[in-house]
């Protein structure tokens, strides 16, 4: 089945650790994007990739890098530059001006 | 630039009763309009969406919303909730440019109860 694998489900992070969550893509979609939700925030835009070897800032990317040097992934680091890095972090695809994908999310927790 | 504003953080209400869930969006350019469902601990579903033509869009669920130009809106309705309608629902809004870029809501959390 085509879909959106994210992992791990839960990740924990140490003071000062860069942590990498994991979002794979088997729709052969051109575009990706990662999305943090925090409660009564609902989601902000952290990174988004249109094509391959290509990523733009979204609306929050202070913290966090980004690479997408194959179609399929789009790995997002965290790192220790975020300082409130606890949320539940959303992966979704599409292809152009069609609707988002997404995968089951990640919830990071700072140790 | 979009946004979207969910006037309300939190709809209760009794099973088989109606609901509307509402959603208002500010643009400068034209815009399409989407709901999206989000279950416990789980990522998000598209529920329906406007692009254009007619402005009632059905979508899964039993659920609709109506695109109102004049009110910048995009209320979401269903006649008769179930509990398994419990969930948080988030309206979105992108540009016409760039469709799948989206600008979400903070999200209303329908709590079903019989």
């Known amino acids: 089945d085509g879909g959106i694998t994210q992992s791990p489900k839960y990740l924990f992070r140490k003071e000062g650790q860069n942590v990498t969550l994991s979002c794979e893509q088997n729709?052969?979609?051109?575009?990706m994007y990662w999305y943090r939700q925090d409660p009564g925030q609902g989601l902000r835009l952290i990174y988004y990739?249109?094509?391959?070897?290509?990523?733009q800032k979204g609306d929050i990317a202070e913290g966090y890098s980004v690479s997408r040097e194959k179609k399929e992934s789009f790995p997002l680091t965290v790192t220790s530059a975020q300082k409130n890095p606890t949320a539940f972090y959303l992966c979704a695809s599409s292809n152009p001006s069609e609707k988002l994908f997404f995968g089951s999310g990640t919830q990071l927790s700072v140790l | 630039a979009q946004s979207v504003t969910q006037l309300d953080s939190q709809v209760p209400v009794f099973e088989e009763a109606p609901v509307e869930l509402r959603c208002n969006y500010s643009s400068s350019v034209s815009v399409y309009l989407f709901w999206y469902v989000q279950y416990p601990n789980q990522g998000l579903q598209l529920l329906l969406k406007?692009?254009?033509?007619?402005?009632l869009v059905k979508g899964i669920n039993g659920f609709e919303a109506e695109f109102n130009k004049s009110q910048t809106s995009f209320h979401l309705r269903k006649p008769s909730v179930h509990i398994s309608d419990t969930a948080e629902y988030f309206c979105a809004v992108s540009d016409t440019g760039t469709a799948s870029k989206l600008t979400f809501g903070t999200g209303t959390r329908l709590q079903v109860t019989l």
């Open positions: 990739s249109q094509i391959v070897n290509d990523f």
């Open positions: 729709l052969n979609h051109d575009a």
């Open positions: 406007y692009l254009s033509g007619s402005t």
